[in-house]
């Protein structure tokens, strides 16, 4: 989620009408796997896009909270603890910012559970309101926001107890707190539906794993732990079409869609769209049409991931800093107004994470990014054919599940020439436009939200050049054919009668 104190930038608005009770009786039909295991379901479904949540024990309640990457700290929206008297409450004000939508409250304590680890006793924010609109969720199936990011605040003012205010995971006991992994493995269909796991504890690397590493903020250890303190963005390059930029980037669960901020004209991103996506906010100049291609790479190496933009919560937004904070406050107006002049950045959003492994490690700062198995497998036939300067390109595929394919054409030397993606099921495309003389081979896959699965070829080249008509009736068409056969006939008659008219004539006295 991108918090206006650390990070700023025009988004949908996160409203709806769902009701909390339908995500706690999902959960209550899905029995954790084990301690340190929590189902992650999906809520607030709007406009094609939605939030991760999980379950977590508040004192003496059980709530659904968004699982936010992108923030720090926990907060707990009005009444959901109305009556709870585990909790103690302070006079401590505690305001974060979310995106414009603004939390008013003060820090509470209570015993904290997340996945049936051991209960810590931690400082949280109860609301008691949210503006300028609703809190996040808080009408669409959530309770609050569980925010497990790298970063520390403090609540308290001079004079006050101080409370310090950082992600609640990483203060869970017993190696708990080490880590944790978020498995999403497909978009949902319906609210409350269950997408995936999240798993506490430090995460594992495997050899198909991308390995991001975060800065030190040089401020020391979290207070009472001995998690090392890391910069919440790391260094990520996005390829867009044909164009890679490394940038700042935040690996954001709370985030609908992908987000470029920054200067765009200054680092040379092509923007395939000129219109905002539908609520993208203020801020929003274009978003990337659907089809484009994204790859994310680790600085230095080669991409790890590609996929396609398509509709929805595959939208990937493009925004200029304004330099003010949709809330209008002052101070975090000079939050916005820093950041803007710090330079662009990137935001993954949740996009990022469906069909991926993404585990975040508290005592090294890693962000480990794997494969979960569900990329499509290879079409299931490439067909090339010649035309009069042009190639046709077609395919059968009846895999469930993919969004789109990837269809390229090169040269038998090697040489890309065109690449297009095509929405939906497979149709067939015509290429044109390539120099006469020119042998070329197609290649097409399929795509998902997991990534670009192989490539398979045409079994043949095809040449592009002029095609002149063939000879012959059987090129002429069943009407043309006739007409010339019928007028073959007519002339060998004429000429028959002209030949009996001469022969009466020779035999005449």
């Not at 700023?8 to 009770?21: D, F």
């Not at 600085?299 to 003010?324: E, H, K, N």
């Not at 042998?439 to 097409?444: L, N, T």
């Not at 990534?451 to 009736?473: I, K, Y």
Request: charged letters at 15%; proline letters at 8%; a negative charge.
């Amino acid at each position: 989620m991108l918090r206006t104190a650390a990070l700023v930038a025009a988004g949908a608005v996160l409203a709806g009408a769902a009701a909390t009770t339908a995500s706690t009786a999902a959960f209550a039909a899905e029995p954790l796997v084990e301690p340190g295991e929590v189902p992650i379901i999906a809520e607030s479904l709007r406009g094609g896009t939605f939030l991760p949540a999980v379950e977590v024990q508040v004192g003496e309640r059980t709530l659904t909270l968004l699982l936010d990457t992108g923030s720090e700290g926990l907060v707990v929206y009005p009444n959901r603890l109305e009556g709870d008297t585990t909790v103690e409450r302070t006079a401590v004000v505690a305001d974060p910012d979310y995106n414009g939508a603004h939390v008013f409250g003060h820090v509470a304590l209570a015993d904290v559970t997340i996945g049936g680890t051991k209960p810590a006793r931690l400082p949280f924010v109860l609301a008691h309101r949210c503006e300028p609109v609703d809190c996040l969720g808080g009408n669409d199936g959530l309770d609050g926001i569980l925010g497990v990011s790298q970063g520390l605040r403090t609540w308290g003012e001079e004079g006050e107890t101080r409370y310090p205010w950082w992600s609640a995971i990483a203060q869970l006991p017993d190696g708990a707190g080490d880590g944790h992994t978020i498995r999403i493995e497909h978009a949902p269909a319906a609210p409350g539906e269950r997408i995936g796991t999240l798993t506490l504890g430090a995460p594992l690397i495997g050899e198909a794993d991308a390995v991001f590493q975060p800065a030190l903020t040089g401020g020391g250890d979290y207070p009472g732990s001995d998690h090392p303190m890391y910069a919440k963005q790391v260094e990520s390059c996005w390829s867009i079409d044909t164009t890679m930029n490394c940038l700042p980037t935040t690996v954001d669960s709370g985030e609908r869609g992908s987000v470029l901020m920054g200067d765009f004209g200054a680092w040379a991103t092509p923007v395939p769209s000129p219109t905002p996506f539908p609520g993208g906010g203020a801020e929003e100049i274009a978003h990337l049409n659907a089809g484009t291609p994204i790859s994310f790479a680790v600085p230095g190496q080669t991409p790890f991931w590609t996929r396609t933009v398509a509709d929805g919560y595959r939208a990937a937004g493009l925004y200029q800093p304004s330099g003010a904070s949709p809330s209008g406050e002052a101070d975090a107006d000079a939050d916005a107004a820093a950041l803007a002049a710090s330079g662009p950045y990137f935001n993954t959003g949740n996009v990022f994470f469906v069909g991926r492994s993404i585990g975040f490690d508290n005592l090294s700062g890693r962000i480990v990014v794997g494969p979960i198995d569900g990329l499509p497998a290879a079409v299931q036939q490439v067909s090339l054919t010649e035309g009069d300067r042009r190639v046709e390109v077609d395919w059968t595929d009846a895999q469930p599940g993919v969004e789109s394919y990837v269809v390229r054409l090169r040269s038998t030397a090697g040489e890309p020439l065109e690449e297009r993606v095509v929405l939906g099921a497979p149709a067939p495309q015509t290429f044109t436009g390539v120099a006469d003389g020119v042998d070329v081979v197609a290649e097409v896959a399929a795509a998902n939200a997991a990534g670009v699965g192989p490539w398979l070829a045409s079994p043949n080249a095809a040449r592009f050049r002029p095609h002149l008509p063939e000879t012959g009736p059987e090129a002429l068409g069943p009407a043309l054919t006739g007409l010339l056969v019928g007028g073959a006939g007519l002339l060998l008659l004429g000429a028959r009668v002209a030949i009996g008219f001469r022969r009466r004539r020779a035999t005449a006295p």
